[in-house]
Structures are given as structure tokens and as C-alpha cells.
């Protein structure tokens, strides 16, 4: 299995960006998650650790799932469970059909019946994932997160180092090629 480690860290142009459209969504409207991933050096993670507040460290393990034509995640759609919490992440580009200014933009789909709606199937009443293996969906990717949080100013700031491993190689994105 191949193990990645790395490192994510968001600029400080890219917070100022981000903070306008934050603040440009109004409290009751639904979640939507606006996030840009840096490969940052071990420098600039010691500057962070120096100048930042730091506010919590945990390790989680998200579980990907999808067919064996990639058919979500080569739309940029995510199926996980992270805990046996199950979530559907839809890019704003495919539900706006058009592009996000560079910024990846997610409608986040939390509950089983959004996420079979989401997909075009019906619930039986079994286990969820029994229900999205009887859809052809299957496990390609587990990813190991060990997160550090920081507060700097007034942005919040992850650091993830991050292992994945693929249970099905056969379904890893890297593993299917176009000629």
C-alpha cells in the first residue's frame, strides 16, 4: 500500500479571501465548506507553531466509497464516513455549472436519505453501507488524518498529516489510467 504524508496549510492571501465569502453567506443558510490546500515546508510550519495559538490536535480515519467506474470522484463528488458518519461532498461548480474562482466550493449532503437522493437510490431499511454496496459503491481509499488546529489572527488554521492506504487497488484513482 502507498502511504502519502503531507502537509496543508492555507496562505494568508487566500484567508482574506476566504473570510469575505464566509461572511458573505448569512447564518441560516446551509453549510457549505470553502477550503484551498497548500504543501506547506517544515519552516513554515515552524513559523506557525511560533506566531499561532494552538487550539486542538485529533486523528480520524475517512473511509472513501464509489463504483468501480469512478464515477463520483471523477466529479469531484467525495462519499466518506468519517466515524460512522457518512457525508456526500457535491462540488458548487457541477450544481452552478460554472467555475468557482479557483476556490474549491462543496454543498455537504450529512444525512443517508440526502446522500440516496443524492445518488438516485432508495433506503431498504439495512445498514447504509449495505445499501450503497447493493449500488455497486465500494471502499477505494482509507485515509488517516492527524490534524493540528491553530488560531492565527482571526483565522483558523489546519495542519494535516495525512497517510492513505487503498484497501482496493483495482478502484484507486491513480491506479485507472486513460490511454
Known sequence: SVIVMQRFLVPRIAFDKCRTLARSFSTSAPHFEVE????????????????AKLISEKQFTDRYFDRKDLSLSTKDMWLRSRQAVWELK????????????????????SSESEIAEALSFKLTGRPFEQDLCGQGYTEFASITTHRTKYLKDDVTVDVDLVTYNSPNPSLSPSSSSSS
Open 36 to 51: 484551498k490546500k497548500f504543501e506547506i515546508t517544515k519552516q513554515q510550519e515552524d513559523q506557525l507553531r511560533q506566531s
Open 90 to 109: 457535491i462540488p458548487l461548480t457541477i450544481m452552478n455549472h460554472g467555475d468557482a474562482n479557483n476556490v474549491d466550493h462543496y454543498k455537504e449532503l
